[in-house]
């Protein structure tokens, strides 16, 4: 079982920069892969970034060069380091895990999740 909780949301100027931390709580995080997704008003939720656990990674087509996600195994944490922020990344941002073991091979589904920080960025 895993507990996600992020914080690091708020509003920012078109430009700027904010670093989204999700803090983890599970025997096995170091184990599943985290992602982040993120939900805009009216709009159906997208898959931003994945970290497995080896550390790759994989980012969306909008967000490429601009956001970095990266994960500490010893603190049970993800990051997501946005910068270059446009009003169009304004949403509701999750953080999500999932195991990664013989019995639960990936399928693109996340079992657990984070109650969501809102980021806000105006132009």
């Known amino acids: 079982q895993v507990e996600l909780v992020e914080f690091g949301g708020g509003l920012v100027q078109a430009g700027g920069s904010l670093r989204l931390s999700c803090a983890a709580s599970g025997r096995s995080f170091a184990t599943y892969i985290m992602a982040w997704f993120r939900q805009a008003p009216g709009k159906q939720r997208e898959l931003v970034a994945t970290?497995?656990?080896?550390?790759?990674?994989n980012y969306h087509d909008s967000v490429k060069g601009r956001f970095t996600v990266s994960r500490d195994n010893a603190k049970t944490m993800v990051y997501l380091q946005m910068d270059s922020l446009k009003p169009e990344d304004t949403a509701i941002y999750y953080c999500?895990?999932?195991?990664?073991?013989?019995?639960?091979?990936?399928?693109?589904?996340?079992?657990?999740w984070g109650q969501g920080t809102q980021v806000t960025v105006s132009s």
């Open positions: 999500a895990a999932t195991p990664l073991t013989p019995a639960t091979p990936y399928t693109g589904n996340y079992d657990y």
């Open positions: 970290i497995s656990p080896g550390a790759s990674t």
